[in-house]
């Protein structure tokens, strides 16, 4: 390396001149840490989809079609997954080492990728969230992943707009956020049902595509709060963050929990101001198993707030302007922002380590990548 020049500033020029290939890469996937999560490249004009090491050094950058969003590990491979923005046209299969594109998936016909997708514990299964925007109604796709992922069929995921899903007992439950948004490419995110929209969790039995339980918000003003991202808990809940749809002066709660069994979502409470700064949208949900922690970012409001499991009592947050991505780290969060900031938080929230890369429009969501 040149004298004078830091590691950050040479990796960033190598990858601004194209050269990404000549940066260090980790020998086996099953070695890997560090994080993924996309953005925006604003030396280069393009968005990206990027591996960053334990200390927010960018290893490689894999160039996108459009804007990512969220992004999933093939267990038992050297691969990683990416979804595009919703409504999304494709998702895009790499190299966990090197970053190379291996496999390009593309909606079926009347399909559109909603923004996530999910793995089996073994690996040899894909679940996408589509939505069937001719018969207004969300589907889950299914995928071969031994076999170039191939798509071998696909089942209704209980509602309309499903977004993130989880792979619960191995993946033998899925876990679906249908956030009952109906959009179209024809009109890109305009949303078409808003007087109609009713979001749910669905518990879908993935081998038979049977939806087992399905949960409902009660009473009409709480059915405008589309759940958007999730994610499990220790002890079987899920943890719920959501967005408003409509602005009449009203501020109902955004953050729930779904316990395991339970036909019905628990708001979680916070701070009246608090609540008001979320400006009526949570970003990425989280959960760190080690600090018993669950962290709920507002790019809207500019701060990530936080929760304890055991009780929902709130904890208290951290201001970052337009921070949104969010990774467990085992006992403590990462957190991403749109101004090129990345912060490592230990488990009372304070800052471990830090770094910025101006050029970078971090962006949703970010993936721990833990050995």
Request: proline residues 5%.
């Amino acid at each position: 390396m040149p004298a004078n020049v830091d590691r950050r500033t040479f990796n960033a020029t190598l990858l601004a001149l194209g050269l990404g290939a000549l940066l260090p890469t980790t020998a086996r996937a099953e070695n890997v840490s560090g994080f993924l999560t996309t953005g925006y490249d604003k030396l280069r004009a393009r968005h990206a989809v990027s591996r960053l090491d334990p200390d927010f050094e960018i290893l490689w950058d894999l160039e996108l079609p459009a804007r990512g969003h969220g992004t999933d590990v093939r267990p038992g491979s050297d691969e990683g997954i990416v979804a595009a923005r919703r409504p999304g046209s494709f998702a895009c299969v790499f190299g966990l080492a090197d970053g190379q594109l291996r496999h390009t998936l593309t909606p079926a016909p009347g399909r559109h990728f909603c923004g996530h997708g999910v793995f089996s514990a073994d690996g040899k299964t894909l679940w996408m969230t589509e939505s069937d925007f001719i018969g207004g109604r969300g589907v889950i796709g299914v995928y071969d992943a031994e076999a170039g992922y191939s798509r071998i069929g696909e089942f209704p995921s209980g509602g309309i707009g499903p977004h993130q899903l989880l792979a619960l007992e191995g993946g033998r439950t899925l876990c679906v956020a249908n956030g009952g948004i109906l959009t179209h490419p024809d009109s890109g995110r305009k949303k078409l049902n808003i007087d109609t929209m009713r979001p749910s969790l669905a518990y879908i039995d993935s081998a038979t595509g049977t939806i087992s339980r399905q949960v409902f918000f009660d009473g009409a003003r709480l059915q405008k709060l589309s759940i958007r991202h999730i994610a499990p808990g220790s002890d079987g809940s899920v943890c719920v963050g959501c967005q408003d749809q409509i602005a009449d002066g009203e501020t109902p709660p955004l953050v729930y929990v779904n316990k395991r069994g339970e036909d019905r979502l628990r708001a979680l409470a916070m701070p009246a101001e608090m609540l008001g700064r979320f400006n009526g949208y949570c970003g990425s949900v989280v959960v760190d198993a080690a600090s018993r922690t669950l962290a709920v970012s507002s790019p809207l409001g500019g701060l990530v707030g936080f929760w304890h499991l055991a009780d929902g009592a709130w904890q208290g947050a951290v201001e970052l302007v337009d921070g949104c991505g969010l990774a467990p780290t085992g006992g403590g969060v990462a957190i991403s922002s749109g101004d090129g900031t990345l912060q490592n938080l230990d488990a009372q929230h304070r800052a471990q380590g830090a770094a910025r890369h101006t050029f970078r429009q971090w962006d949703n969501h970010m993936t721990a990548l833990i050995t």
